[in-house]
């Protein structure tokens, strides 16, 4: 994956540089100590994979992010965990907090390769969706799903990828209108990234929602909506 690192600090830069040194699938094309810079290079070059910062002169980071007609995938990497989630509400990839370890980068790494690999196969298209499952053309192939078998669902600019038990599929359709046709019994959108299947709900903890060792980022927007419906009459109390 081509990518560029975007950085006001030249320490960070560094660091950074020196972690994607260690991926053999990472091509560093550029680095750049602004977002002015880091646009108009994009204008005129492919890049797969942003490594961003979020506190720059200028312009910040998820401004930067907003300003984008299309983006590619981008991690980043910022001291200030307080943007967290308004940076997920953007559809990043992942947040990294600095100093950055190794194997948390190599973590979101891994999480922005399954994208860039997933967008760059052929896509496949939702050919119709029944009482309870959905038909999706891939390749081929039309692959029955089952509801019960999604765990959850997440969306990515213009693309969802559609996590079951045993798979994963992507598809050419906006979070919005994937979650707007299957059931809301059991799928509920979380934050502006994610529709989860309440049967796979391990806890919740904080902010933080869990199915399994997955974990997602409770939107304040949908918190509400989320605990009053699946929480709240379901809680044992005193």
């Known amino acids: 994956m081509n990518c560029i690192i975007v950085d ?50 200028g312009l910040n980071g998820l401004d930067f992010i907003r300003s984008l007609k299309q983006s590619p995938l981008i991690i980043l990497s910022t001291a200030y965990p307080q943007f967290a989630l308004e940076a997920f509400e953007l559809d990043v990839v992942d947040y990294l907090v600095k100093p950055v370890a190794f194997g948390r980068f190599l973590k979101a ?79 509920t959108r979380i934050n502006k990234s994610h529709v989860i299947n309440i049967k796979f709900l391990t806890s919740i903890e904080h902010d933080v929602v869990y199915l399994g060792n997955s974990e997602f980022t409770l939107g304040n927007t949908y918190r509400d909506h989320f605990i009053s419906t699946f929480i709240s009459d379901k809680l044992i109390k005193r």
Do not use: C
Request: aromatic share 12%; proline share 3%; glycine share 2%.
């Open 8 to 57: 006001d600090e030249p320490l960070g830069r560094k660091g950074m540089e020196l972690l994607v040194d260690e991926l053999h699938y990472l091509t560093l094309k550029d680095q750049f100590p602004n977002a002015i810079l880091a646009k108009e290079y994009l204008d005129n070059n492919a890049i797969d994979l942003i490594f961003l910062d979020i506190e720059m002169p």
């Open 109 to 187: 790494v891994e999480k922005a390769k399954e994208f860039y690999e997933l967008l760059n196969k052929k896509e496949t298209t939702i050919d119709s969706i029944q009482d309870d499952f959905i038909f999706i053309r891939s390749e081929r192939k039309i692959i029955k799903l089952f509801f019960s078998d999604i765990k959850y669902i997440k969306g990515l600019k213009d693309y969802v990828m559609i996590y079951t038990i045993d798979d994963k599929f992507i598809t050419a359709m906006n979070i919005k209108t994937i979650h707007s046709k299957i059931p809301n019994q059991i799928f």
